[in-house]
């Protein structure tokens, strides 16, 4: 089984200034997907960014970039120019590429989340 | 577009009643969604495997006979908590799977479920 594991339960960052929020999984596969969910106190979960693991590049989108190491089975997530709104629960989440059943995908398995305070 | 709603957002039973909660995407098709579990200030976990036309998949630890899903139309699933207990009361989501090049999952808001 797979297990993902989030070791910060909480960060505090200034806001303009950079955050990185660690990610640390265990797999026997090799083909899968890492996600970045953001949480705010609405509960909605939102997708902040998606690695696919066959590919060296780094994902990065707009502000979030994440450092995918795929040996060291480690996924952490930079958020720079941190702002008021960046403030929320942030899990990190894998998935297998293939359904263990053979459908169309396996559900997703969440790390403990870390809480990511701003100051202003 | 990608738009899962769930019905109702928070329900207050007592216990020993059944509650059903429902998860609709409401602009595309999915074969298949999952229901998750959060405790407060916790983490979501999966708890089974919603197949349209088809049994659910449970996941370990999960009772079947407790958690009741059906999946009975391409965009609508139904989790019903039979008999709840306070120890039930919790924040249920359920994700609808789109297909496409990343079998991307998109989140309902959540039903909060409390059990007197």
């Known amino acids: 089984a797979q297990t993902v594991t989030q070791s910060q339960p909480e960060m505090s960052v200034q806001e303009a200034e950079t955050v990185t929020l660690s990610c640390t999984y265990d797999?026997?596969?090799?083909?899968?997907?890492l996600f970045w969910y953001k949480q705010p106190p609405s509960r909605q979960m939102i997708l902040v960014i998606r690695?696919?693991?066959?590919?060296?590049q780094n994902a990065t989108e707009n502000r979030f970039s994440v450092n995918f190491q795929k040996a060291a089975k480690s996924f952490s997530l930079k958020i720079s120019d941190s702002q008021l709104g960046d403030a929320a629960m942030y899990f990190c989440?894998?998935?297998?590429?293939?359904?263990?059943?053979?459908?169309?995908?396996?559900?997703?398995?969440f790390g403990k989340g870390t809480h990511l305070i701003i100051q202003p | 577009g990608a738009v899962v709603s769930q019905h109702p957002s928070w329900v207050i039973c007592k216990s020993g009643t059944s509650v059903k909660i429902e998860c609709r995407s409401l602009?595309?098709?999915?074969?298949?969604m999952f229901w998750y579990r959060q405790f407060p200030k916790q983490s979501l976990m999966l708890m089974a495997t919603?197949?349209?036309?088809?049994?659910?998949?449970?996941e370990q630890g999960v009772e079947k006979d407790k958690f009741l899903i059906n999946h009975a139309s391409l965009t609508l699933s139904t989790l019903t908590v039979t008999s709840a207990h306070p120890e039930d009361s919790s924040f249920y989501i359920c994700?609808?799977?789109?297909?496409?090049?990343?079998?991307?999952?998109?989140f309902g808001p959540g039903t909060r479920l409390t059990v007197l």
């Open positions: 797999t026997s596969e090799s083909d899968y997907y």
């Open positions: 919603s197949n349209e036309g088809s049994k659910a998949t449970y």
């Open positions: 602009d595309f098709q999915a074969t298949t």
């Open positions: 690695q696919e693991a066959y590919k060296q």
């Open positions: 994700s609808a799977r789109r297909t496409g090049v990343y079998n991307e999952q998109f």
């Open positions: 989440a894998y998935r297998n590429l293939h359904s263990r059943s053979g459908g169309g995908a396996d559900g997703l398995t």
